[in-house]
């Protein structure tokens, strides 16, 4: 069953036989699709731009080309957004909801990953109460690489506000099995958003926020590809960031990412 494809059809609206008469084919064949049936190229594509989706997210496994590479980088490249605000919102949460080991998140601040599911600390709970391994680190508000970066964004000591009240949000989990929160103090190059092993990489551009900056889709394949060398600058940060401890914060100031 392509439960995506139904999931983002009930949120936009779209019956099956609408979706069969936007792409000129039988009923039969969008219930075909549902079923998990592969559609024709020119179908993913589509259906993908009428229910403004990337097609990796409705099909994430098409048919193997012919003289396709089955190893090395060109194959761990899903997609790509032209900026992380881009990201349609249901990507964000499939991609949560099938985690089953590992779901990390490496940021400044994330401010909109709460804000765009306000029940993303319950859920994150839930998956850890299923056995995945929880790891979120943010940076420090009171670290120099945060007032770098703030200074460089022009935005001064706004980013550390922001940082605050982000973590306001993950306060539930602090103390459940599983998960952890911690604060690094590091030039961050990129946000990451690892699921298993599905990664959304956020390259940063220097004076930009990173939502105004592209975001890389990628999967992995193999152990030397771009997923495990990012995975890899994820632990080594994991490493070296401390633990929250928010009676030793200062009380958090509100702001939007």
């Given at each position: 069953?392509?439960?995506?494809?139904?999931?983002?059809?009930?949120?936009?609206?779209?019956?099956?036989?609408?979706?069969?008469e936007?792409?000129?084919?039988?009923?039969?064949?969008?219930?075909?699709?549902?079923?998990?049936?592969?559609?024709?190229?020119?179908?993913?594509?589509?259906?993908?731009?009428?229910?403004?989706?990337?097609?990796?997210?409705?099909?994430?496994?098409p048919?193997?080309?012919?003289?396709?590479?089955?190893?090395?980088?060109?194959?761990?490249?899903?997609?790509?957004?032209?900026?992380?605000?881009?990201?349609?919102?249901?990507?964000?949460?499939?991609?949560?909801?099938?985690?089953?080991?590992?779901?990390?998140v490496l940021?400044?601040?994330?401010?909109?990953?709460?804000?765009?599911?306000?029940?993303?600390?319950?859920?994150?709970?839930?998956?850890?109460?299923?056995?995945?391994?929880?790891?979120?680190?943010?940076?420090d508000?009171?670290?120099?690489?945060?007032?770098?970066?703030?200074?460089?964004?022009?935005?001064g000591?706004?980013?550390?506000?922001?940082?605050?009240?982000?973590?306001?949000?993950?306060?539930?989990?602090?103390?459940?099995?599983?998960?952890?929160?911690?604060?690094?103090?590091?030039?961050?190059?990129?946000?990451?958003?690892?699921?298993d092993?599905?990664?959304?990489?956020?390259?940063?551009?220097?004076?930009q926020p990173?939502?105004?900056n592209?975001?890389?889709?990628?999967?992995?394949?193999?152990?030397?590809?771009?997923f495990?060398?990012?995975?890899?600058?994820?632990?080594?940060?994991?490493?070296?960031?401390?633990q929250?401890?928010?009676?030793q914060?200062?009380?958090?100031?509100h702001?939007?990412?």
């Amino acid at each position: 069953m392509n439960n995506r494809l139904r999931t983002v059809l009930g949120q936009r609206g779209v019956s099956p036989d609408a979706l069969a008469e936007i792409c000129e084919v039988d009923p039969k064949t969008v219930s075909r699709w549902l079923g998990g049936r592969i559609p024709h190229a020119r179908h993913r594509f589509r259906v993908a731009r009428h229910l403004r989706v990337e097609e990796t997210f409705l099909w994430p496994e098409p048919s193997k080309r012919p003289g396709r590479p089955r190893d090395g980088l060109g194959t761990e490249l899903v997609g790509t957004y032209r900026n992380r605000a881009s990201v349609p919102r249901d990507v964000w949460l499939a991609l949560l909801r099938e985690a089953r080991h590992e779901i990390g998140v490496l940021v400044f601040s994330g401010t909109f990953f709460a804000q765009s599911n306000p029940h993303v600390a319950k859920m994150l709970s839930e998956r850890a109460a299923e056995g995945v391994r929880v790891r979120l680190c943010f940076g420090d508000p009171d670290g120099q690489a945060v007032a770098v970066r703030g200074r460089e964004e022009g935005i001064g000591d706004t980013l550390a506000a922001k940082i605050r009240a982000s973590l306001t949000y993950y306060r539930p989990l602090l103390g459940e099995s599983g998960c952890g929160l911690r604060l690094h103090d590091t030039t961050l190059y990129t946000s990451m958003f690892r699921y298993d092993d599905n990664l959304l990489v956020n390259p940063h551009i220097w004076g930009q926020p990173a939502s105004a900056n592209p975001l890389l889709h990628l999967k992995r394949a193999g152990d030397t590809g771009w997923f495990d060398n990012y995975a890899e600058s994820f632990d080594a940060v994991w490493a070296a960031a401390r633990q929250w401890a928010p009676d030793q914060e200062r009380t958090a100031d509100h702001g939007q990412d």
